[in-house]
């Protein structure tokens, strides 16, 4: 069936810039043009109105996004009492178990965690409270005791050598992976079903799910992969899993996502080659969670299964061993291997502090760069989380968002979420309002690296990102123009239409 849909602007950011309706052949856009319109078994009016190709977030968690939406709201609190009172009001519903996300100290009036004997004092049940990056958790005895995170590194201890309650890499890992894999199958499928609903209710038509089986376990996503299909909106997934055939046995072409080559700048395990402005010890620089013989074993291995790669970076070091390996593994290819491994995109999640020649040579290698601008706004300005971990020298140069466009690399945008929210018109407002102003985009450089620029990142320049001839049918409709809207923070659309199906209906 054809639909026409009537607006006053469509923004292809393609060959013909701007229309007035969108003619829809199923799953696919016929045309967009001017004037007097096709015949349509059905028509649709939106007068007034601007459409916009959907956004694609390149870096999403699904399950905890709903985990986090729905769960305590501990990102509102603003010490640690406070959190621990959000806490104590829900052990009132008697749960028989904690899980919430989203506690950032860096904006308490006193950055001081609880103690472990205050989140032993709620209760006996397992209480796990994770910081807004992930890198953190926050755990009592029970939960301790019932994960099995003491057999694992990164359960800090105090003098006397009793835990602190704080929990770091692997037992971090371990911690969450023990909670994640308490879900029933169909608690997972509505949590994934919520989010992606979630998603199109802010005008996103497509999603790069980052699974973490050392975090969340394998089962999650396997329950996915079952009913990914039916998802209100597109669902790439990367899972970090270094078993390359597991991977290929799930049907999947790519690898990685959230593979960690080291941690976060909030938890200070971000690996940096200078130590941490606030670090405890002199020497604190972070910690590289793999071996480089580790990596470009999977590296290598994987690219020649013909799989996408992706991997966590975040700090110089971090960076620096990605950019190291795989340019070993670019070495030992021939030259037809060297233009198959320019052609697969290799990615780069997050890629917050490049120094010296990082950005050159990963232009060289044709590696793309999932960014999260977000991130900037959140903690990248003046006095914020970033310059207190780093110094205002190291901070005021990083996330080079610009820099990165106009040294030719591939760019995509995405959230983290739930590290933060799962929302592209604060992504949009993020890249126009850098901390640095000359690495400032414009509203249409921004739209682009959220529709176009995420399209490339995960091959589907050819289906997504834009509205011509051929492409799916993914857009979003707003009631102000998105592009010329003086502030898009709270912007919604009125419909969202992914693969021509009306999703989201405001």
Known sequence: M?????????????????????????????????????????????????????????????????????????????????????????????????????????????????????????????????????????????????????????????????PTGVIRRKANRRLQRWFHESLSDHELRELQLQATAFAASRGVTAVNEMAIPLSHGRREVEVLLTHRDRLPVDVSVYVADTDIPWVMDLGLETLGGDLSLDGSIGARTAAVSEPYADAHGDAETGVLYETDDEMAECFHNAHLAGLQVACHAIGD??????????????????????????????????????????????????????????????????????????????????????????????????????????????????????????????????VRLFTAGSARLAHLEDKKGRLEPGMQADFAVYDQDPLTVEDPRGLRPILTVSRGREVFAA
């Open 317 to 446: 070091l971090a960076i620096e061993q990605a950019l190291r390996v795989w340019e070993r593994v670019y070495r030992s290819l021939d030259s037809r291997e060297r233009r198959h491994f320019r052609a697969r995109r290799h990615r780069i999640e997050h890629f917050e502090i490049p120094v010296g020649t990082q950005v050159e040579r990963a232009a060289a290698l044709g590696l793309a760069i999932s960014v999260q601008p977000a991130f900037d706004a959140e903690w990248g300005h003046p006095g914020g989380l970033y310059e207190r971990r780093l110094g205002e020298r190291r901070a005021q140069a990083m996330n080079p968002f610009a820099k990165l466009l106009s040294r030719g690399l591939e760019v995509g945008a995405g959230s983290d979420s739930p590290v933060t929210p799962l929302d592209p018109m604060y992504g949009l407002w993020a890249l126009e309002s850098h901390h640095d102003p000359t690495q400032r985009l414009t509203r249409e450089e921004a």
């Open 2 to 162: 054809k639909t026409l849909y009537r607006a006053s602007r469509v923004y292809t950011l393609g060959h013909r810039a701007i229309g007035e309706w969108l003619l829809v052949d199923g799953r696919h856009v016929e045309r967009v043009g001017v004037g007097d319109a096709p015949e349509a078994e059905r028509e649709v009016d939106l007068p007034g109105t601007t459409i916009l190709p959907g956004f694609i977030d390149t870096h999403v968690h699904l399950t905890g996004t709903t985990l986090s939406e729905i769960g305590i709201p501990i990102d509102r609190a603003r010490s640690g009492s406070e959190m621990l009172g959000f806490v104590a009001e829900e052990l009132r519903h008697e749960p028989t178990k904690i899980l919430a996300h989203g506690f950032d100290e860096s904006r308490w009036n006193r950055p001081e965690l609880p103690t472990f004997a205050e989140l032993d004092e709620l209760g006996d049940i397992p209480l796990i409270l994770i910081r807004a990056d992930s890198h953190i958790a926050l755990a009592n005895t029970a939960a301790i005791r019932l994960s099995g995170a003491m057999d694992e590194d990164g359960v800090d201890t105090g003098a006397d050598g009793r």
